[in-house]
């Protein structure tokens, strides 16, 4: 008897990592955490200070005070009294995701969706000529199937009336020699 070696953990992971989807992924990643540093920086550069020109100097540093009025170190810029809410953090970083999600969606996403959904009605448009050919092919075939069995049982004809030169034609036959 042959016993069937399993394969080792190393092997595994070497086919997991030779798969197209994980590489992709790496690259999706890398080119994600670049793309995030050039939304951080639309944010921190132009965002901000737009924000800046209507109230504070930057948008992260709007707050409110969950406990009473704060007080903050006028050297550091750091609480000394109350609890503060920096809603104004929130806010940057929910604009930075939505920056970021819209470039991906409408330079990735759409474009790609497009691309595919193109490939499938080529795919579909070429299939259903394909089909159309089998399709025809196959009843050319059941004709020819219904023609032998009334042929075969000497019956009533259950196919397409017969020609009037082939075969279970009426009338005068060619001699036949």
């Known amino acids: 008897m042959s016993e069937k070696k399993e394969p080792s953990l190393l092997d595994g992971f070497k086919a997991f990592l030779m798969r197209g989807n994980v590489i992709d992924l790496a690259v999706a990643v890398v080119i994600g955490a670049a793309f995030t540093k050039i939304v951080n920086s639309v944010v921190e550069g132009i965002i901000n200070p737009l924000v800046g020109a209507i109230g504070t100097q930057d ?36 604009l930075s995701f939505l920056i970021t999600a819209a470039v991906v969606y409408f330079l990735m996403v759409l474009p790609m969706a497009k691309y595919l959904a193109r490939q499938a009605a080529r795919k579909a448009e070429k299939e259903g000529v394909a089909e159309t050919l089998e399709v025809s092919e196959l009843e050319v075939l059941k004709e020819i199937r219904d023609e032998l069995v009334a042929q075969r049982s000497g019956t009533g004809n259950t196919g397409p009336a017969p020609r009037e030169d082939g075969p279970g034609a009426t009338g005068p036959q060619p001699p036949q020699g």
């Open 59 to 94: 948008l992260n540093r709007y707050s409110s005070c969950l406990d009473g009025p704060c007080s903050y170190n006028q050297e550091t810029g750091e609480v000394v009294k109350g609890i503060p809410i920096m809603w104004g953090n929130v806010l940057s970083a929910t």
